[in-house]
């Protein structure tokens, strides 16, 4: 034990230290990985809810980390936003996701948005710089969003909203269930599409009361005009009754794990044959 400043006695506990040592090597490691453009991108495919033909795709950030091997986006995306490196990573996905869409006029693409980007006022600025730099339409792409930013800071969120929908993007609502999710916000903001997270997906095997949920959740969404897309669809009996409810999109390892570009391009042109 050491005495503090304040007279008080901190104890040594090697556990904690060796935890935060851990995390600052993984910034940094993240920090040089992200100067050094070594980050790249996988595409899941999003399919038409009834025809099961690729129509879209997210683009999802995967760091393979020197001398470790692949680290989750659930570890190192919110290590990005702790420590504001999340504005650069996220600008990086952007540009290199809209380049790579110019190899399928047909298809749209997510990108999702993490809320400390979103709080920049210049952001609506670097998006539309992406755009003319890579030539995308913007009508094209939908930013997907979750709604904790729009909950604590509803104005400054319209406002930043306001912003990106004046060039021509679409927003999406994501993780929609996964949270204290409120369709209330998908009108209220303005909302082009909303995702059914795919906590909520899974739990349709339990039956019961997540169906019902489900249920409201999609015919209030759809009562709106509001488009759905589920994500985390792994089985046939998933994908029926997600259609059933009137979702027109889905998205899960049934179609498509995320991929590498090329394997996109397979896809793409497979369903392009007559
Ligand atoms: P998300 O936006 O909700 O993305 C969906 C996640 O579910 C992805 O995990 C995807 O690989 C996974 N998934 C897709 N289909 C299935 C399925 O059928 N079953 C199961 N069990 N999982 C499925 P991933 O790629 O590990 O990403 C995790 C989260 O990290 C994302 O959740 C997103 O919030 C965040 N993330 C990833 N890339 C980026 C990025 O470029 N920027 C930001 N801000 N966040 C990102
Ligand atoms: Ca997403
Ligand atoms: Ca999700
Ligand atoms: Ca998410």
């Not at 169906?211 to 792994?234: C, F, K, M, N």
């Amino acid at each position: 034990a050491k005495e503090t400043g304040r007279g008080r006695t901190e104890y040594y506990q090697p556990e904690m230290d060796a935890e935060r040592e851990e995390r600052n090597m993984l910034e940094i490691d993240l920090r040089i990985a992200i100067e050094r453009r070594e980050l790249t991108i996988v595409y899941q495919p999003v399919v038409d809810a009834r025809t099961w033909r690729i129509i879209g795709i997210e683009a999802l950030a995967r760091w393979n980390r020197t001398g470790y091997g692949p680290v989750s986006p659930d570890i190192f995306i919110p290590i990005a936003e702790s420590t504001g490196l999340i504005d650069q990573l996220g600008l990086f996905v952007l540009h290199r996701a809209c380049e790579t869409l110019t190899l399928w006029p047909e298809l749209k693409l997510a990108v999702n948005i993490s809320p400390g980007q979103f709080r920049d006022p210049a952001f609506a600025l670097h998006v539309a710089s992406v755009f003319r730099k890579t030539a995308a339409d913007p009508s094209r792409i939908t930013l997907e969003m979750t709604e904790g930013y729009f909950i604590q800071n509803p104005e400054r969120a319209r406002a930043a909203l306001a912003k990106l929908k004046q060039l021509g993007v679409k927003i999406a609502l994501d993780d929609f269930g996964a949270g204290f999710s409120s369709v209330g916000y998908l009108r209220q903001f303005g909302f082009d599409r909303m995702k059914i997270d795919k906590s909520l997906v899974h739990a349709l095997e339990e039956g019961g009361r997540a169906v019902d949920l489900l249920q409201a959740t999609v015919a209030l969404a759809r009562s709106l005009e509001i488009p759905v897309t589920a994500e985390g669809v792994e089985t046939e009996a998933q994908a029926l009754q997600l259609r059933l409810t009137g979702c027109d999109e889905l998205q899960g390892y049934l179609f498509g794990k995320p991929m590498s570009s090329e394997q996109i391009d397979i896809i793409y042109r497979g369903n392009r044959l007559p």
